[in-house]
């Protein structure tokens, strides 16, 4: 069974660092690894995303200042943020493919199987 656990999510100012984690379990390989997220009353939505061949995609809000990268040794996915700002404040959730996925790097939900259960990120000004 494939398990994806997000962690790093935290309270900070505006201007401040995270960096989030996401330590996949249940399978060793997957083409397609991403970051979403969902602030309350918005829709979810594509922040990064990583191909197996390295390729990557941000939303054009956070390109710049976050990067998403992988250690396929540790089977965990990264997702570093710099100069947080108010409206980063939601839940950041990790989101894979199945090995069968032979698509382009994306950050729509659609190529995404597997999903982790969260961790909230809360940006103060």
């Known amino acids: 069974q494939v398990q994806l656990a997000e962690s790093g999510g935290d309270s900070v100012q505006a201007g401040g660092s995270l960096r989030l984690s996401c330590a996949a379990s249940?399978?060793?390989?997957?083409?397609?690894m991403g970051w979403f997220r969902q602030a309350p009353g918005k829709e979810r939505e594509g922040v990064a995303a990583?191909?197996?061949?390295?390729?990557?995609a941000y939303a054009s809000s956070v390109k710049g200042r976050f990067t998403i990268s992988k250690d396929t040794n540790k089977n965990t996915l990264y997702l570093q943020m710099n100069s947080l700002q108010p409206e980063d404040t939601a839940m950041y959730y990790c989101a894979a493919s199945g090995t069968w996925y032979e698509g382009s790097v994306s950050l729509n939900a659609m190529p995404y199987t597997y999903w982790g259960q969260g961790t909230q990120v809360t940006v103060s000004s």
């Open positions: 249940g399978y060793s390989y997957s083409r397609l």
């Open positions: 990583i191909r197996s061949d390295g390729s990557t």
